[in-house]
């Protein structure tokens, strides 16, 4: 009989199981060092997206706005809906970066729980405490949308909700070309997953979330088809032969803070030997489809040429999952985030040091105070050359129309104020990138105009200008200025 042992016969009930052993809790002095760490994060977020002026693509990518369109030179039209949405329904463009990353937050907490990452609350923090996540609380630029709508489609894929995978997938598509690769993953693990538990149509539902979100976004594979393949052509169109590898895998150490970039590669090579094997979990080949073909793609690019630290965005959410689970105990986890609050929290310095920057470092910004060092750049020239007769200057009471080389400065006097609708001059620096810009100047929409003959400081080095100046060219003393300045006076026209 059970319950009684020893005798012929007699059943030996077997031992009780153990208890599931239960990570140790955080200790009191480590969890409000992480609590501190995670307000000053969210205050730092609050912080930047008030002080910090708009940098130049933010500026550019507002500007999109002036002229809606289903598609534009470098991406697909979200960003622009972000910030059109932003500047005139709420406070200004970045707004919707506030309100909605704590909805990305939420959904891949969300996931992660459905996935099986233990204690996955912790993921909201591990991302608030990276440069990549604060980021995207802050900065107009098409990775606030694209990793919203990644997020959805990752709480679809974990949720089993066909319609949310489509919505993200079809919200990714329309912010980033860089989408594709992780929408593969993503469709895989769906099917991969369904087969692995006895599905009888495994495939069924992650044909269905593609064909949706391919209808989804039908409309601007319509216009992108009438206009050269924009953005696909253009972004294709990158220079291959100078590669920036290391540049790459550093930086992905930097948006990812260091111990979560190297409890992820751990992760990511333990499931890759389980899936030689023939063992990997589900948990795990889900997050490594969810991870590896955006950052295996980008990190084989960067083997040919310049690419980014955050093209790989989409890659993250996966790679930070894996990274939990590879780090159980509180002490690891803690160490980590700390870690991560270290590199980020000074990021909140940045508004009060921008002035204080040389111009060489980091993006284009301030356009007002940019118009401001030009102009009296221009002004103090006219001066020093009045005597001799100088026309365009101060001294001649006339007052330089702006123009710039590139669409970065262009962007940000547009976004200070300094150019109405009729008065945001454009010509192209010799040999650099084309933009939306030149775009908008060959339909002659948009208030983008070219310059007068002369009469204009150019921002840009002489260099750039090349023999476009029906003027006099000449440098003028901007060092203080965040560009290089040449003047183009109009006395050789007298």
Known sequence: MAGLSGGAGAVTPAPPAAPPATPPATPPAALLAVVLAVVLAVAAQAW??????????????????????????????????????????????????LCLAPAAGWLLVSAAGALGVPRPGWLAAAALCTPLGLALGVLLTPDAPLVLGWALAVWGLARRRGWAGALGLALALWSKAMALPAAAGLLWAWGWRARREGAPSPWRAPLGVGLAALALYAPHLWWSSGAGWLPWSFQAGRAWGRGSAAEWALGQLWVGTPLWALWALRGGGRALSRARAGALPTREGVLLALSAPSALLWGLASLGTRVEANWSALAWPGLLMLALCEAPSAAARSR??????????????????????????????????????????????????????????????????????????????????????TQLYYLRAEGRRRSELDRALARGDAGVAPPPACGFVYLGPRAWLGARCAGAAEELPGSRCATPLTACRCASLR
């Open 48 to 97: 930047l997206h008030w002080a910090l002026p708009l940098v130049a693509d933010e500026a550019y990518y507002a500007w999109w706005g002036r002229a809606p369109a289903l598609g534009y030179l470098d991406h697909p039209p979200a960003v622009m809906a972000w910030g059109w949405v932003g500047e005139r329904l709420l406070w200004g463009p970045r707004a919707l970066n």
């Open 336 to 421: 980590a985030l700390l870690t991560g609050a270290a590199v980020t929290l000074p990021l909140a310095l940045l508004p009060l040091l921008h002035r204080h920057l040389p111009p060489h470092l980091g993006p284009p910004r301030d356009g007002a105070r940019l118009a401001s060092c030009a102009r009296a750049a221009w002004a103090a020239g006219g001066a020093a050359g009045a005597g001799g007769g100088v026309a365009g200057g101060a001294a001649g009471g006339v007052t330089a129309a702006l123009v710039s080389g590139r669409y970065q400065e262009a962007s940000l006097l547009w976004a200070a104020g300094e150019a109405t609708a």
